[in-house]
């Protein structure tokens, strides 16, 4: 029987695990983890994942602040904001949601954020700490979501297995692949310029798919038993629900590859919540690191 991982009942664990530490903090250090998180602009998509970021940080007894900037704000504007969030003693943790808009220069921003408070592991210092193994980094949270669901299933050791992540992304991508490798799978990279992905997909015990397109990896893409974990959200007509009407699925055509999969995550309901769960994580981690206190382990 395929194994249909659920990642709102991980999620809820590890959500349930941040109270309790925020409680301990609270008690014992007379501190409350705070977060801000950043959005420049109307991104529908955006806005969602933004409110949806304060309100579980409202339910993990957080101090949770937005700031919601124009998207004609000028880069001058938003890196003296990230300067105001790094010397606030509140704030543990600074997300600047992406997609930014087009005039404002990514890479600036994300560096800009204290390495200490980049609770969504995009900086460079955190990002060396993650390939090197050397400190201990913030990993960006849906990797870090992923990555605690493959273990749920495979254990914390993936000596002998073949891992092969599809997409190369800085956010999910490249981090997973290094999580993977600190685990000893034999991790692959695909990507658009990949020869013969469906064939490189079958030698993957576990198989992480991350690179938008609907449905993309298709049943005979599948090893027999194989982990795979869908971090698509694609958005896609559903005429079938009325007109006008649309729904979401992820980079792996769900039905067919789950005949074939050991255990498989859906969209929605697999990573998902886990990205949430371990953006408040983070924030605790960081806010227990501050308080020179020794943060739990996720
Ligand atoms: N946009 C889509 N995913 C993410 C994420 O994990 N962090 C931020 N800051 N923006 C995003």
Redesign the pocket.
Known sequence: MTVIIDGKAEAANVIEAVKTATAQLKTTKGLMPGIAVVIVGEDPA?QV?VASKGKKAQECGFHSVQHTLADTTSQEDLLSLVDTLNNDPSIHGI?????LPGHIEEGEVLQAIDPDKDV?G?HVINAGKLTTGIGTAFV???AAGSMLLIERIRGKDFSGLNAVVIGRSN?VGKPVASLLLAANATVTIAHSRTADLPALCRTADILVAAVGRPEMVKGDWVKPGATVIDVGINRIPAPERGEGKSRLVGDVAFAQCAEIAGAISPVPGGVGPM?IAL?MANTLVSAYRSAGQVPPTF
């Open positions: 955006s994942y997300l600047v949601q992406l997609p969504d995009f960006p949270c849906t956010i990205t953006l």
